[in-house]
């Protein structure tokens, strides 16, 4: 049976991009009888609000859109991560790190699909854990895993390349883990078959296939949809203002055809679909 999932952060409203997202998981899985899951993604401490989860809930029920089962957190799953991270460094395949944003920058020589790759400054040295974070030693844990590929709805079947990313952090610091991490142990918890998300995140497939095979996890199938993008190429963002759900729902706008618009891509004036590049050269 397939099961998709919608997973937001409480650290602002929702706006269409999101009602986008929700639309596409929600509908693959009632059209092949499937069951559609809402994950709530907050342990980012320091933005997640407990008091925007409320809104979410609403802005979901105002579209239409019924998820099965109870709502899911990822706080209550701190236990999980930590317990990857000690598997993981046990085969060796982590180290701390305490560089800085403008460290890396200083010293990286390349860029991948994240931007700076890290050029591994903290790699074999001598480094307290005690406020480090914990990195993934690419090339020791793409070797021991071996060639690798994952298919995408979409895009079909790609070759898995998680060493253009370099040794991407797994452990934060100011977090329990990072998206790679937490994500992909979510979805097999919670047994999707099927991940739904944005073209922004395709290449991120990429990490998460590698962390199925090195933790022994279910591989699933990816969709990765287009983005709703305003009209100068960017997506829709909390942090520029987008429009948010919640204001259109109070201003007594009908939710129900308001997704019925976006599934059938009637868009309001300057946005469009957009935003994301499948596969990596």
């Known amino acids: 049976m397939i099961r998709t999932r919608f997973a937001p952060s409480p650290n602002g409203l929702l706006h269409l991009g999101h009602a986008y997202a929700a639309v596409v998981a929600h509908d693959l899985a009632r059209a092949r009888d499937g069951e559609f899951l809402l994950r709530i993604e907050d342990i980012d401490g320091t933005r997640s609000r407990a008091e925007l989860v409320d809104e979410i809930l609403a802005d979901l029920r105002w579209l239409g859109l019924g998820w099965d089962g109870d709502v899911v957190f990822q706080s209550g799953r701190l236990a999980s991560y930590g317990a990857a991270g000690e598997r993981l460094k046990a085969m060796g395949l982590l180290y701390p790190c305490t560089c800085t944003r403008a460290d890396i920058a200083a010293a990286a020589t390349e860029t991948g699909p994240d931007g700076l790759v890290y050029p591994g400054t903290c790699r074999g040295r001598s480094v307290d854990p005690a406020n480090a974070a914990w990195r993934l030693d690419m090339a020791r844990a793409a070797q021991l895993a071996g060639p690798l590929?994952?298919?995408?709805?979409?895009?079909?079947?790609?070759?898995?390349?998680?060493?253009?990313?370099?040794?991407?952090?797994?452990?934060?610091?100011?977090?329990?883990?990072s998206y790679h991490l937490a994500a992909t142990l979510d979805d097999a918890a919670d047994g999707i078959t099927l991940v739904t998300r944005g073209l922004d995140l395709f290449a991120a497939s990429h990490v998460h296939r590698l962390l199925q095979t090195l933790l022994g996890l279910p591989v699933p199938v990816w969709?990765?949809?287009?983005?709703?993008?305003?009209?100068?190429?960017r997506k829709l963002a909390k942090r520029r203002g987008s429009p948010a759900l919640a204001d259109l729902r109070r201003a007594g706008e009908d939710g129900h055809a308001l997704a019925d618009r976006l599934r059938a891509g009637r868009l309001p004036a300057g946005i469009s679909l957009g935003g994301g590049v499948i596969g990596i050269p």
Do not use: C, I, M, N
């Not at 590929?149 to 452990?171: I, K, M, S």
């Not at 969709?223 to 190429?233: A, M």
């Open 149 to 177: 590929e994952w298919t995408d709805e979409v895009a079909g079947v790609q070759r898995a390349r998680p060493e253009l990313f370099g040794d991407v952090v797994l452990l934060r610091k100011e977090a329990p883990a």
């Open 223 to 233: 969709h990765h949809h287009p983005l709703l993008v305003e009209s100068d190429g």
